[in-house]
């Protein structure tokens, strides 16, 4: 089994520009290890094959109770958006994120 580390990132206002208009960056909240978790037969029927092609799922040993409030998740250096946290209680929390192929 191959883990990966990952920082979950959060959304904080840093500052306002000229016009008062809020300004947001993202800081690492919880710094982890993650698992790619393949797309299996019926996740692909029912999700649809547009869906499982740009995005991937991982699992993180962190209890759904505990994960942290975030937006993004940075595995292997490529900052992923977070599209669904999925419960895995009592052990793991699953997140589906959004592929980005450069």
């Not at 206002?13 to 008062?20: C, I, S, V």
């Not at 649809?48 to 940075?74: D, H, W, Y």
Request: charged share 30%.
């Amino acid at each position: 089994m191959i883990w990966k580390t990952c920082r979950l990132l959060a959304k904080k206002q840093t500052g306002e520009d000229a016009l008062h208009n809020p300004q947001y960056d993202y800081e690492a909240v919880k710094e982890t290890r993650v698992r790619v978790t393949p797309w299996t037969d019926e996740q692909i029927a029912l999700e649809g094959r547009e869906v499982t092609r740009n995005e991937q799922r991982f699992l993180i040993p962190i209890p759904f109770s505990m994960f942290p409030e975030c937006q993004k998740a940075e595995i292997d250096g490529r900052v992923q958006e977070i599209t669904k946290v999925i419960d895995l209680s009592p052990r793991y929390t699953a997140i589906q994120v959004r592929i980005y192929r450069g």
